[in-house]
């Protein structure tokens, strides 16, 4: 079968031909998935990502190369962004902890740290889902508005909505804590 004609029944809800193509690229696109995320399991999460998105978007589907070309350039950007999110994470964690040992600090300093990024991904997990994607997509893989926007096929000004609406919430969800924190602060300090 062509892929014209593959993508035709795909977009026209034929379930029966999209399975043919997961088993066709499942596996050969989670070793190529691997060879980026070095891990197995992470390599599969995110072909199957990439294979859902494919079938949310079926309707909108247009391939300019390959059908192939197509999924492997998907896979890839998804291990990419999978590994961009990954490192500014680790570089957040990491500027946390050097700061922390900049100065004279106690273990419940480290304790109140990781209470509070507890509450900030308690908070943001509280998200709308789609707000959730958007401002995660932002803050936590680095994003920039634009590039959600056109990834989700939504407007610049919705993005921007979303990220407003989940930084409310995460000042609301914060604001007793960060409150009780700095009572205690000004009463150690008196």
Known sequence: ?????????????????FESLFREYFKVLSVFAKKFL????????????????????????EVHTSLKALLYQSVRNRCLD???????????????????????????????????EQMIYNSIAQLP???????????????????IADELGISKRTVETQISNALKRLRLDL???LKALIIIA???LS
């Open 38 to 61: 070095n891990d197995l399991d992470a390599a599969q999460d995110v072909v199957q990502e990439v294979f859902v998105k494919f079938y949310e978007q079926r309707e909108k589907l």
């Open 175 to 177: 604001f007793e804590y």
């Open 129 to 147: 889902e789609q707000c959730q994607l958007i401002f995660k997509m932002s803050r936590l893989e680095g994003k920039k508005n634009q590039e």
């Open 1 to 17: 079968m062509t892929d014209k004609a593959l993508i035709d029944q795909i977009k026209n809800g034929d379930e029966r031909a």
């Open 82 to 116: 999978q590994i961009r999110s990954t490192q500014t994470r680790n570089v957040h964690h990491d500027n946390i902890l050097a700061a922390s040992f900049g100065t004279d600090i106690d273990t419940s300093d480290f304790m109140e740290q990781a209470e509070l």
């Open 186 to 188: 000004l009463e150690i």
